[in-house]
């Protein structure tokens, strides 16, 4: 009998390891706090994405963070999260989502702060905050829940994060809340709700 991958999360997985390995890497390098070293390594970096056309780095920042606290927050946001959407919008719409909401967020961001800013970014926080938006999509297409997850409970993480982000310095808030409207708009387009009712129902009637 052949394993069943259809509800097994295994891209949320792929792309939390992917971090992981990034991240050692870029410590076995050289430092992931090292400005210099991550711009190098492809952080974004507006003059070289816009003058010098080196557009890969709204991807490779996704991948890439500055320090083993900016890492492990992320990555027990997207474990505890991820999941939910992957099973709910499948493999490739999940993955599909969540490289938009990374590189839409960055390319938004660094748009607002000009071709000539010298401010560096990284990080999956545009995409994460995409996938909690995308969740919350899909909670309100449910009529207020999803699996274990409510419309209540997304939305005091979501608060709770922007007011954190909002009160540190060095955080990019506008990829945040960037991250969060595309992947709320994109949950829209790509979440169908389970036709189990309608299942049920067909299944009825076939027994008559």
Do not use: W
Request: proline content about 1%.
């Amino acid at each position: 009998m052949g394993y069943d991958f259809r509800n097994k999360s295994y891209i949320n997985g792929i792309l939390i390891a992917l971090n992981v390995i990034t991240f050692l890497y870029l410590e076995i390098a050289g430092s992931s706090q090292d400005i210099l070293f991550m711009v190098q390594s492809g952080a974004v970096f507006a003059p070289a994405v816009v003058y010098e056309k080196e557009y890969y780095r709204l991807l490779t920042a996704v991948f890439m963070h500055f320090g083993i606290n900016h890492i492990i927050n992320n990555m027990i946001v997207l474990f505890a999260l991820g999941d939910h959407l992957e099973r709910a919008l499948g493999h490739v719409k999940y993955l599909i989502l969540y490289l938009i909401c990374g590189v839409g967020s960055n390319l938004i961001s660094m748009l607002l702060n000009g071709p000539d800013s010298m401010v560096v970014s990284a990080g999956a926080s545009g995409a994460i905050f995409g996938v909690t938006g995308g969740l919350i999509s899909a909670v309100i297409i449910n009529r207020g829940r999803l699996e274990d997850l409510s419309f209540k409970q997304l939305a005091v993480m979501v608060a709770l994060s922007l007011y954190l982000g909002f009160t540190e310095h060095g955080v990019d808030n506008t990829a945040h809340v960037a991250g969060l409207l595309i992947g709320i708009l994109l949950g829209m387009m790509l979440y169908r709700k389970p036709r189990k009712d309608v299942d049920r129902r067909e299944n009825y009637y076939e027994g008559f």
